[in-house]
């Protein structure tokens, strides 16, 4: 949990963190630039200076947070839950108009086309904006279609405000991206903690305090900072108080109705967090939940006498990075905190780093369960992980090895699809227990997936990308055969609009998202449910006009996956559903169809 070199532990030399350091600050010089870019021998530096505006912290009410633009950041989502991510609408909008009004695009990849570190750099709402540069820029230049791919991108932030809601922790862990981003802040320094607190109560304020955050500013009166500090820690507080209720597994129905009732800050941190706590000591910690909690727990007041104190170094300590970083890198005073479910829970004042550190940063017993929890949970994500791992071995695996021999043993005769919906044979009967089998394994992995109850890295697994892929196009059909064998598309509508389950539906977004394939309406194991739809359309004697168009998609879709191998000739030459919808066909339309080559019926 302790020991080695910074540089060596995050992945980025101490020397370019004090540039790094050193630029963000330069750039609040030229406020009015988008950016300043800095070429070093081993480095590009984009450095992007604060505003102190307060519409450019907060563009509405209660919090200012809107949803992600998903065409620059498509992996700012949840992919399963098909969820994107919230982000700060104010600092959204200064990143587009960057990227719309200056040359950073050619700039960004002229620095990955020499093959140079790239590093993004902000101080205050500057740091904001560099972490959605950061995005932007592993979206273009790392995602995985891009080949060759270049060095990762570093963002390195001074006293950032956060960004972004829970998504942003999830989706950068899932992607591999959490560790580029290192955010440095000081122990009591306000800004990292301002959206914890809704805007309306801080407004009358905020406009007073955002000049005092200006590098070489005049102090402000005690009562304001004093004011100003008391009301974002109290907001802070019941943010904290409800997540480490969360984190602890409670199930009081008073937190829900809290949530509710009280507008709760979406915000929370994520990447890897190295608190200094002023005395040249640096806390790493990469748990976003336990971060969260150590940015309440760390800036309590002992007494009520130090409040005017710890409220000026609440302001005070915003510009004091570039000289706290110099005296904490050249002491390297490094604690880590990794293993959070084995932290000492009393300050028992004894010579061990860790106890040492969680004792100069005076967290209590409450504190130290609260970051105890986080780590529990954590833990709690890779067993249940196990848990499926083991259930798929036991059940899943068994279960797929007999349906894949049912498919073969089908496609001798009439078809894997019309031999499941006629349901004539024991053998017909058995693949549909083995469905059942299989539905019930990943029904709990989905829902697990939907509580985040799996680790972040679960969707970006190439192995369960693969086992969900096989799993839906193996048996999806089944479940559409079943479903329109009992007609139930007569009372509940259409298989792909009213009933199609998560399980297929989470499984598939996996493989687009990990493809950066556009989401397809139509694919290898819904193909079925398009085509009962459209046979029953013709067959009913009304206009074939009307459903061209949705013929034509579904044609081109056959001829593609017939093309990829990804559909075998055997599903048009003996599976009488699809026999009956070509014949339902007009001629004329069948002589000039794309797939009137792979198709032998008459």
């Known amino acids: 949990m302790a020991g080695g070199l910074l540089g060596d532990n995050i992945g980025l030399k101490e020397e370019l963190i004090k540039k790094a350091c050193a630029f963000a600050f330069k750039a609040h010089k030229s406020p009015r630039e988008h950016y300043i870019c800095e070429r070093k021998s081993e480095a590009y530096i984009f450095s992007f200076p604060g505003s102190w505006v307060d519409t450019d912290w907060f563009a509405s009410k209660p919090f200012g947070e809107t949803k992600i633009d998903l065409d620059l950041f498509p992996s700012l989502r949840s992919v399963g839950n098909?969820?994107?991510?919230?982000?700060?609408?104010?600092?959204?909008?200064?990143?587009?108009?960057?990227?719309?009004?200056?040359?950073?695009?050619?700039?960004?990849?002229?620095?990955?086309?020499?093959?140079?570190?790239?590093v993004f750099t902000g101080h205050s709402s500057g740091a904001a904006v560099a972490i959605l540069?950061?995005?932007?820029?592993?979206?273009?230049?790392?995602?995985?279609?891009?080949?060759?791919?270049?060095k990762p991108p570093f963002c390195v932030t001074f006293g950032s405000p956060l960004v972004g809601n829970h998504i942003f922790s999830h989706a950068s862990r899932r992607e591999n991206w959490s560790s580029y981003f290192i955010h440095f802040v000081m122990r009591f320094d306000i800004v990292p903690r301002v959206f914890l607190a809704?805007?309306?109560?801080?407004?009358q304020s905020f406009s007073t305090i955002l000049p005092s955050l200006t590098p070489r500013s005049n102090p402000l009166t005690p009562n304001v900072s004093s004011e100003f500090y008391s009301t974002v820690m109290r907001n802070a507080a019941t943010v904290t108080s409800h997540a480490a209720c969360t984190l602890m597994g409670s199930t009081n129905l008073l937190l829900e109705t809290v949530a509710n009732f009280v507008d709760l800050s979406p915000y929370r941190p994520f990447g890897t967090y190295i608190i200094c706590d002023g005395h040249g000591q640096m806390i790493v910690i990469k748990n976003s939940d336990a971060v969260l909690q150590l940015m309440f727990h760390t800036a309590q007041l002992s007494n009520l006498d130090e409040l005017s104190v710890v409220a000026n170094n609440s302001i005070l300590q915003h510009h004091f990075y570039e000289t706290g970083l110099e005296d904490s890198l050249g002491m390297q005073k490094v604690v880590y905190l990794n293993k959070l479910d084995d932290l000492p829970l009393s300050a028992d004042h004894s010579n061990t780093t860790i106890s040492t550190a969680l004792d100069d940063l005076g967290l209590n017993t409450r504190a130290r369960l609260c970051l105890r929890a986080a780590g529990e949970l954590e833990k709690q994500k890779f067993i249940n992980e196990e848990k499926i791992k083991k259930e798929f071995d036991d059940k899943a695996k068994p279960s797929m090895g007999e349906m894949e021999g049912y498919k073969r043993t089908c496609e001798i005769q009439k078809g894997y699809y019309d031999a499941f919906k006629v349901q004539k044979e024991a053998k017909d009967f058995q693949a549909n227990v083995k469905r059942l089998v299989l539905a019930g394994?990943?029904?709990?992995?989905?829902?697990?997936?939907?509580?985040?109850?799996?680790?972040?890295?679960?969707?970006?697994?190439?192995?369960?990308?693969?086992?969900?892929?096989?799993?839906?196009?193996?048996?999806?059909p089944l479940d559409i055969a079943n479903y329109y064998r009992h007609l139930k598309n007569e009372d509940t509508g259409p298989y792909m609009i009213k009933a199609r389950p998560k399980r297929y539906r989470y499984t598939q977004r996996w493989l687009e998202h990990a493809n950066r394939i556009p989401?397809?309406?139509?694919?290898q194991s819904t193909f079925w449910a398009e085509l009962e739809e459209l046979c029953s359309w013709i067959s009913s004697k009304k206009p074939f006009e009307d459903v061209k168009e949705?013929?034509?998609?579904?044609?081109q879709?056959?001829?593609?996956?017939?093309?990829?191998?990804e559909l075998t000739k055997e599903v048009f030459l003996k599976d009488p559903t699809f026999i009956k919808w070509w014949g339902a066909l007009p001629q004329e339309h069948k002589a000039v169809s794309c797939i009137a080559s792979?198709?032998?019926?008459?």
């Open 82 to 118: 098909d969820e994107p991510a919230l982000v700060n609408e104010a600092f959204l909008k200064r990143f587009d108009r960057i990227l719309k009004n200056s040359p950073f695009k050619s700039e960004v990849s002229k620095a990955f086309a020499e093959g140079k570190q790239v």
């Open 133 to 150: 540069a950061t995005f932007w820029a592993l979206e273009e230049y790392l995602n995985p279609t891009k080949t060759p791919k270049p």
């Open 198 to 203: 809704p805007f309306s109560s801080i407004e």
């Open 441 to 476: 394994v990943w029904d709990e992995t989905i829902e697990m997936l939907k509580r985040y109850e799996l680790p972040d890295e679960f969707e970006g697994n190439q192995e369960w990308i693969k086992r969900g892929t096989d799993f839906r196009l193996l048996v999806e």
């Open 519 to 523: 989401k397809g309406v139509i694919s």
């Open 550 to 555: 949705r013929v034509l998609q579904l044609e």
């Open 557 to 565: 879709g056959i001829k593609k996956w017939t093309d990829n191998r």
């Open 598 to 602: 792979l198709v032998s019926v008459k």
